[in-house]
């Protein structure tokens, strides 16, 4: 299911609710509720979660604000080369035959470029400079041909890079990165 969906269908939800509310005026009839409704603050949380384009991507990224706020012995750069790594480890892993020949469906392999480009972005969102400038930890123009060897899922992680990244559409993103998403 799609955001705009589960929107829409919460909506839904939070209109009937109202409705029902105002239907259910004597104190009798409240206290039989099937325990469906949710708490107004509870209803309002969820509403501005699924409004955002990208939930799951906001959430993560906050935390990770959260988590290098609250903890001063973690650093931004010791974050982002997590980041990196991890976004690398999976690249190497997708691009060596070495290693991919012990994946058992190729579902696994599909999976492991979707956490790289997941991370990619992740990365992006938290380093200032983000994922696309030339001095960035991760090799984005190998990553980007990678992905395009598998014609299966490449539109939708392409797309995700494009259009899901903070610093994509700035001056600094090399010219050639840009073509080779376009």
Not at 2 to 17: V, W
Not at 41 to 48: F, G, H, Q
Not at 91 to 108: A, G, W
Not at 115 to 135: N, R, T
């Amino acid at each position: 299911m799609t955001s705009p969906a589960i929107q829409n269908d919460f909506s839904y939800y939070r209109r009937t609710l109202n409705r029902r509310r105002m239907e259910d005026t004597s104190a009798a009839v409240a206290e039989l509720s099937d325990g469906v409704d949710l708490p107004d603050d509870v209803a309002n949380r969820m509403s501005l979660f699924y409004a955002n384009p990208t939930p799951m991507l906001n959430t993560l990224s906050g935390a990770a604000e959260k988590l290098l706020q609250e903890n001063p012995s973690l650093t931004l750069d010791n974050m982002t080369n997590c980041f990196s790594a991890m976004a690398s480890v999976c690249r190497v892993i997708s691009d060596n035959p070495q290693y991919t020949s012990r994946f058992q469906s190729e579902e696994t392999q599909l999976f492991c470029l979707r956490v790289m480009v997941g991370v990619i972005i992740l990365y992006d969102h938290v380093h200032p400079v983000g994922a696309f400038a030339v001095k960035a930890a991760i090799d984005m123009k190998s990553s980007i041909k990678l992905i395009k060897e598998h014609p299966k899922t490449a539109e939708s992680l392409l797309n995700a890079l494009r259009y899901s990244t903070k610093h994509f559409n700035e001056d600094s993103t090399p010219k050639a990165t840009k073509e080779l998403l376009s």
